[in-house]
């Protein structure tokens, strides 16, 4: 009887304690306030919620952990999707803009067409280069053993006209010009570069074209 004594005196709250005595006489009789009752099952109900609501609120934090995650995933996709769209939007814009200025009438028939729009044989001379440049790049890769993720990436991002003016020995400018050139010569594709925004790069279409 002494040890149900002490365990109900454990739940009465400390200032109650004092005043529920515990006798060591095993035929006590004890008496409890309606108080003192009401603290023990309030308390004893209070540990019991307290108990079972746990596991629930642990697995709540999980799934709220895990939907942060996935949002933010779902972001940062969204983000990728926006950014090729834009890009596609650039070589769109990029290829409709280069075929006007290669397709664009004299605006006389009796006016014959400016003497820049001839190409000359240092202008066709240097296309062929250019041709010969990017397929000699791919042979030294090949020829090394390089692994196929390089060659690919030759392939998908060419050069960019800066690399080409560097190896030719030319300006950047006069790059941009051969490259509108180029836009009507079924070995070259102009385009943006891939990773690089606001750059142009020059690739071919048909790398076995050469013969290289």
């Given at each position: 009887m002494i040890e149900v004594a002490e365990a109900i005196k454990s739940f009465l709250p400390e200032g109650q304690q004092a005043d529920f005595p515990v006798s060591s006489s095993e035929e006590s009789v004890f008496v409890l306030t309606a108080l003192q009752l009401q603290a023990i099952i309030t308390q004893a109900v209070e540990r019991g919620v307290v108990q079972a609501i746990q596991p629930l609120q642990d697995e709540v934090m999980q799934l709220r952990a895990t939907v942060d995650r996935q949002a933010e995933k779902i972001a940062a996709l969204e983000a990728t999707l926006d950014t090729h769209a834009d890009?596609?939007?650039i070589q769109l814009r990029l290829i409709n803009s280069l075929r006007e200025e290669v397709h664009q009438a004299p605006v006389s028939a009796a006016t014959p067409?400016?003497?820049a729009r001839e190409t000359t044989q240092k202008t066709q001379d240097h296309i062929t280069e250019i041709a010969?440049?990017?397929g000699a790049k791919e042979?030294?890769?090949?020829e090394g053993q390089a692994a196929r993720p390089y060659v690919d990436k030759l392939r998908k991002e060419g050069m960019?006209?800066?690399q080409l003016?560097?190896?030719?020995?030319l300006t950047v400018d006069r790059i941009r010009q051969l490259s509108r050139i180029a836009a009507t010569d079924q070995r070259f594709n102009i385009t943006w570069h891939p990773r690089k925004?606001?750059?142009?790069i020059i690739k071919l279409r048909r790398w076995d074209a050469l013969g290289l």
């Amino acid at each position: 009887m002494i040890e149900v004594a002490e365990a109900i005196k454990s739940f009465l709250p400390e200032g109650q304690q004092a005043d529920f005595p515990v006798s060591s006489s095993e035929e006590s009789v004890f008496v409890l306030t309606a108080l003192q009752l009401q603290a023990i099952i309030t308390q004893a109900v209070e540990r019991g919620v307290v108990q079972a609501i746990q596991p629930l609120q642990d697995e709540v934090m999980q799934l709220r952990a895990t939907v942060d995650r996935q949002a933010e995933k779902i972001a940062a996709l969204e983000a990728t999707l926006d950014t090729h769209a834009d890009n596609s939007l650039i070589q769109l814009r990029l290829i409709n803009s280069l075929r006007e200025e290669v397709h664009q009438a004299p605006v006389s028939a009796a006016t014959p067409a400016p003497a820049a729009r001839e190409t000359t044989q240092k202008t066709q001379d240097h296309i062929t280069e250019i041709a010969h440049i990017l397929g000699a790049k791919e042979k030294r890769l090949i020829e090394g053993q390089a692994a196929r993720p390089y060659v690919d990436k030759l392939r998908k991002e060419g050069m960019t006209f800066s690399q080409l003016a560097n190896v030719l020995g030319l300006t950047v400018d006069r790059i941009r010009q051969l490259s509108r050139i180029a836009a009507t010569d079924q070995r070259f594709n102009i385009t943006w570069h891939p990773r690089k925004k606001n750059t142009k790069i020059i690739k071919l279409r048909r790398w076995d074209a050469l013969g290289l």
